[in-house]
């Protein structure tokens, strides 16, 4: 009797996550990316703000499927990876707050772990120098 239960609790937690799947590009994985390539491209504009457009990039990059990556904290982190960080926060602090509470509050009613993906996302794109993005 206890298999039962343990079998219907699996199937439910694979329909959630395949819901997740799905649930995950629409409500949010496409308009992020649609967002950071539009700020990637506005950085472009000087020469001083292609790291940062490099940063919205592989934000993209994570953003629309970021199932089966992760984020790695990369080793010998110099200061100069600090100050890029803290430059970073302070011009691109507002439109990554905006985004991560549309659409979590977007994700957060839906099943599965699509906001723990959305999560994953902006927890690379608070600080992103310094992390690097591989498969799991």
């Given at each position: ?37 539009i700020f990637a491209v506005c950085w472009?504009?000087?020469l001083i703000g292609i790291p940062f ?8 990059y994570l953003s629309f499927w970021p ?70």
């Amino acid at each position: 009797m206890g298999g039962e239960n343990t079998n219907a609790t699996d199937t439910m937690k694979a329909l959630n996550n395949g819901l997740s799947r799905v649930a995950y590009p629409i409500l949010a994985g496409m308009w992020i990316t649609i967002f950071s390539i539009i700020f990637a491209v506005c950085w472009c504009v000087s020469l001083i703000g292609i790291p940062f457009a490099y940063a919205w990039i592989k934000i993209t990059y994570l953003s629309f499927w970021p199932f089966g990556k992760k984020v790695e904290k990369k080793e010998n982190n110099s200061t100069i990876v600090t100050v890029l960080n803290v430059l970073w926060l302070i011009l691109n602090f507002i439109p990554l707050v905006v985004l991560f509470v549309l659409f979590w509050a977007a994700l957060a009613f839906t099943p599965g772990d699509g906001d723990k993906q959305l999560n994953k996302v902006f927890s690379y794109a608070f600080w992103p120098f310094g992390k690097r993005i591989v498969k799991e």
